[in-house]
């Protein structure tokens, strides 16, 4: 029997909240759709950071070994992951 969802959600909160302390600091600007302003960063944005922080720098490292490299430009990357990361 697995852990149910609820338990594996709740084990997870402290660690990403302590990612995010590392990635996010007083000047860091909420993530808000165009609609909605934010003024306070949300359990959102702290695991929309600790998301994009990991899938970044993950990005590249699940290629095959010799293989002809495909470059992605950097800025649609960011943007992708982004829109991942900060899903509604």
């Known amino acids: 029997m697995g852990i149910p969802k609820e338990?594996?959600?709740v084990r997870r909160y402290p660690l990403v909240?302590?990612?995010a302390c590392d990635l996010l600091n007083t000047s860091t600007i909420p993530y808000?759709?165009?609609?909605?302003?934010?003024?306070?960063?949300?359990?959102?944005?702290?695991?929309?950071?600790?998301?994009?922080?990991?899938w970044l720098g993950d990005?590249?490292?699940?290629?095959?070994?010799?293989?002809?490299?495909h470059y992605?430009?950097?800025t649609r990357v960011k943007r992708m992951a982004q829109a991942l990361c900060f899903a509604a």
């Open 32 to 54: 808000a759709a165009a609609w909605y302003r934010k003024t306070n960063l949300t359990f959102t944005d702290a695991i929309g950071a600790v998301r994009l922080k990991i």
């Open 7 to 9: 338990d594996s959600s």
């Open 72 to 74: 992605i430009p950097v």
């Open 17 to 19: 909240s302590l990612c």
């Open 59 to 69: 990005i590249n490292q699940r290629s095959p070994p010799h293989r002809e490299p």
